[in-house]
C-alpha cells in the first residue's frame, strides 16, 4: 500500500476512533452526569483500551475539553449562522437566549462547560463562544450602541449568563422557569447599553468617560487598527490617554 494511503487510512481510522471514544463520553455525560466520567469509564464504554484514549487525547483534560467542543457543535453551529440584523442590540439578545436555552436543554454538557474549573485554561468551544460574543459587541461599538468597553460588556454578559444559567440547573428540574431571566437579561443589557444613559438629571463625568473608552476601544486588535494612534497619538500616548480616561470613569 502506497504511504500517503497508508497516511490517510490511518487518520482515518484515528478520526474515527476519536469520534467513538467521545459519543461514548457523550452519552455517559448524559445518562450518568460528569462525575461518570473518568477515562477507565469511557474507555470500556467505547470498547477500547485506556492507552489508546491517552495516546489520542493526552490525558482526562484533554479529553474533557475534546469532549466540550463534540457535544457544544451544535449550540456553537447556531451562533455561527445567526445573521446579523440591522441592530447589534437585538443580535445580543438573540446569542442570550440560545445560550440559556441550551443550558437548560443539555444540563450535563453546561455543567462539563462552565462548572468544570481550571484556572487559565478554558475549552476551545468556550473560546470560540467568547470571540463570538465579543464579534457581537464590536459590531454594537461600532454602532455607537456601547457605553463600556468591549471587554468590560463581554464580562457583565458572561458572568450574568453563565451564573444564571448554573443557578437554575441547581434547582429541581420543575422549577427552572427561564422567563425569570428576562429581567437579568434587561438590566445586564441596560447597563452597557448608552441609549439607556447613566441615572440622575444627566450624563456623569464617569459616565461619559466610559462612553468614550467605548467609542475608542481597547486599542488591542492589530486588524482594526487603533483610531487613537490614527488621530496623531504615539502608540505610548494612547496608552497613557486610555489610562487617565480609565481613571475618570472608576
Avoid at 490511518?10 to 463520553?25: F, G, H, N, V
Avoid at 484514549?53 to 474533557?64: A, I, P, T, V
Avoid at 456601547?146 to 468590560?152: F, I
Wanted: hydrophobic share 40%.
Amino acid at each position: 500500500m502506497p504511504a500517503a494511503r497508508t497516511e490517510t487510512v490511518a487518520t482515518t481510522d484515528r478520526s474515527e476512533q476519536s469520534a467513538r471514544i467521545l459519543q461514548a463520553a457523550a452519552d455517559l455525560l448524559r445518562e450518568q452526569g460528569p462525575a461518570a466520567i473518568s477515562t477507565r469509564a469511557v474507555a470500556i464504554a467505547a470498547g477500547v483500551q485506556t492507552p489508546t484514549l491517552y495516546r489520542l487525547f493526552g490525558d482526562k483534560d484533554g479529553l474533557l475539553d475534546a469532549l466540550a467542543s463534540y457535544v457544544f457543535e451544535s449550540y456553537l453551529a447556531e451562533k455561527r449562522a445567526l445573521e446579523p440584523s440591522t441592530d447589534a442590540i437585538d443580535d445580543i439578545r438573540r446569542g442570550w437566549d440560545i445560550h440559556v436555552e441550551f443550558g437548560l436543554r443539555n444540563p450535563a454538557f453546561y455543567a462539563l462547560m462552565y462548572g468544570n474549573l481550571h484556572p487559565g485554561r478554558r475549552p476551545a468551544a468556550a473560546q470560540e463562544n467568547e470571540q463570538i460574543l465579543r464579534r457581537l459587541l464590536e459590531r454594537a461599538r461600532q454602532q455607537g450602541r456601547l457605553r463600556v468597553p468591549v471587554e468590560t460588556a463581554a464580562r457583565h454578559i458572561e458572568a450574568s449568563t453563565t451564573g444564571a444559567v448554573l443557578l437554575l440547573l441547581s434547582q429541581p428540574e420543575s422549577e427552572r422557569d427561564p422567563a425569570s431571566l428576562v429581567g437579568l437579561c434587561d438590566t445586564v443589557i441596560a447597563s452597557i447599553v448608552s441609549d439607556t444613559g447613566p441615572t440622575g438629571d444627566g450624563p456623569t463625568i464617569a459616565g461619559q468617560a466610559l462612553a468614550l473608552l467605548a467609542a475608542i476601544g481597547e486599542g488591542n486588535d492589530a486588524r482594526a487598527g487603533d483610531p487613537v494612534v490614527e488621530a496623531g497619538f504615539s502608540p505610548a500616548e494612547a496608552v497613557l490617554l486610555r489610562e487617565w480616561i480609565g481613571t475618570l470613569a472608576r
